[in-house]
């Protein structure tokens, strides 16, 4: 099983990138849970959860700027990121639950990371 997120890249601010994060190999189910960030010298943080149900929230740096959504059926989660600006640069994680096909319990996956530079 794999996580792997895309969608990183340099780009202007005030300009807009979409994340996407896709499951693949032996899945039973999938728990999406959001995406993370980590800057140059700083720890990794929280910038948007959505939840089974559904409801999202998201750090106030990127509130109103940023949107979480998922794809069940492609096994997909994305982040749509508009209005960046040069403080957003960061490798971007995402972060599932996932139940293995032929496995009870769902383990904790991370994809790899991928990375956005926003320029000024």
């Known amino acids: 099983v794999q996580l792997q997120a895309s969608g990183g890249g340099l780009v202007q601010a005030g300009g807009s990138l979409r994340l996407s994060c896709t499951a693949s190999g032996s899945i039973f189910s999938i728990n999406f849970k959001g995406w993370y960030r980590q800057a140059p010298g700083k720890q990794r943080e929280l910038v948007a959860r959505?939840?089974?149900?559904?409801?999202?929230n998201y750090a106030d740096s990127v509130k109103d700027r940023f949107t979480i959504s998922r794809d069940n059926a492609k096994n997909t989660m994305y982040l749509q990121m508009n209005s960046l600006k040069p403080e957003d640069t960061a490798v971007y994680y995402c972060?599932?639950?996932?139940?293995?096909?032929?496995?009870?319990?769902?383990?904790?996956?991370w994809g790899q990371g991928t990375l956005v530079t926003v320029s000024s």
């Open positions: 959505i939840f089974s149900g559904g409801s999202t």
């Open positions: 972060n599932a639950d996932i139940r293995r096909v032929g496995v009870a319990v769902y383990c904790d996956y």
